[in-house]
């Protein structure tokens, strides 16, 4: 695609239930990352995948976070028993070539209530 | 352990006005330095990057500049417009290894006319 979509954009859950945010990274892009955003700070990596495989997932923060990239191409991020303090902005990015030219996604807007 | 800090945290100016936000870094070692754009609700969106050898680059109204020496950059913008209202991230990226951005919480900026 013409860019890096991200869907959905908005997720409201209850506390508790299992979310799946998924990223679909623009056409060829070989690296595929996920952040997370809180309200009024940077991002915060997550996890990095080269092709299928996570080449990093030193950024997930405890084991109720995944995520997978299965062809290559669409990844998602899955996160069980979610607890109000997952509540952020989840950002995908692709590049073509490691270390440059991320294209950032609009992020998925995750509330856990 | 690998940090970017960035002044001001916010920001205000009358439109037309220049601006100019500062990052530092501990980066180490340096691949390269970016900044961002990231308006409300979207994912960021990338102004300029620079390599070790390069101290200044330029894009439309914005311009940042480098010191490797000193570990320092600036993205200066001129004649400002109301729609660059947004939040500016510097983020720098560490040579080899897993990729991974490290990203400072950003400089609000409010253009008012």
């Known amino acids: 695609g013409a860019g890096v979509s991200q869907t959905p954009s908005n997720k409201v859950t209850e506390k508790g239930k299992y979310v799946e945010l998924r990223c679909d990274p623009i056409s060829g892009h070989t690296a595929l990352y996920w952040y997370r955003q809180s309200l009024g700070q940077g991002p915060e990596f997550l996890i990095y995948?080269?092709?299928?495989?996570?080449?990093?997932d030193s950024g997930l923060p405890n084991d109720r976070f995944f995520a997978v990239r299965p062809e290559g191409s669409v990844s998602t991020l899955k996160i069980q028993r979610t607890e109000r303090g997952d509540s952020a902005v989840y950002l995908c990015?692709?590049?073509?070539?490691?270390?440059?030219?991320?294209?950032f996604g609009s992020g998925t807007r995750l509330t856990v209530v | 352990k690998n940090q970017v800090e960035q002044s001001p945290q916010s920001l205000i100016i009358l439109e037309g006005k220049n601006c100019t936000l500062q990052?530092?870094?501990?980066?180490?070692?340096?691949?390269?330095l970016r900044w961002y754009k990231q308006d409300t609700g979207r994912g960021p969106v990338s102004l300029t990057i620079?390599?070790?050898?390069?101290n200044t680059k330029s894009n439309g109204r914005y311009t940042a500049t480098l010191d490797a020496d000193t570990k320092q950059s600036s993205l200066h913008i001129t004649a400002s417009q109301l729609s660059d209202s947004a939040s500016y991230i510097c983020v720098v990226s560490a040579r080899g290894g897993n990729e991974k951005l490290t990203f400072g919480t950003g400089t609000r900026l409010t253009i008012i006319p």
């Open positions: 990052c530092n870094y501990t980066v180490s070692p340096f691949s390269n």
């Open positions: 995948f080269q092709g299928t495989g996570a080449a990093d």
């Open positions: 620079m390599t070790f050898s390069e």
């Open positions: 990015a692709s590049s073509s070539r490691p270390n440059y030219g991320y294209t």
